[in-house]
């Protein structure tokens, strides 16, 4: 049976990596292979080293725009099965600049077995048109 106190745990860690802008941190919490889609383009990575080439210059982005701050607000878990888990996550930002903070929600699906938990897939369309909406260049 899906264990969803340990799925919250598992999130919340994945909260504080966020919130400390730690790539390697991040990367511990994802499937190798790891799924991301975004607006009808996917991407992802095969490795965690090949995770850290990504997150390290996104999340260097995030600092560059001021955009640190980063909250964990509210977690929705949809068990689907014995081992997976739909995690609804409400991630708000607060800018540096003094802008007002902005909130969007991403899924990730969450694998928890016998090998332990990671997120195998996320979905960021909210992420990315919040980011773009506010900073048009974001993305380049």
């Not at 106190?5 to 390697?24: M, T």
């Not at 991301?36 to 992802?44: E, L, W």
């Not at 699906?109 to 090998?115: H, Y």
Request: net charge negative; hydrophobic share 40%; aromatic share 14%.
């Amino acid at each position: 049976m899906f264990d969803k106190a340990k799925a919250q745990e598992f999130v919340d860690s994945y909260g504080r990596a966020s919130a400390a802008n730690d790539p390697q941190g991040l990367a511990s919490h994802y499937a190798e292979p790891f799924r991301a889609f975004s607006n009808g383009y996917s991407g992802g990575f095969e490795t965690r080293a090949a995770a850290l080439a990504q997150l390290v210059p996104w999340m260097a982005r995030f600092k560059q725009y001021g955009l640190g701050d980063i909250r964990f607000v509210g977690t929705e878990l949809v068990p689907v099965s014995d081992t997976f888990c739909l995690c609804h996550i409400t991630i708000e930002v607060r800018p540096a600049d003094g802008k007002p903070p902005f909130r969007f929600l991403n899924v990730y699906g969450l694998r928890q077995d016998a090998n332990g938990q990671r997120f195998e897939f996320s979905v960021a369309d909210n992420e990315n048109a919040a980011l773009v909406a506010r900073y048009p260049d974001f993305m380049g």
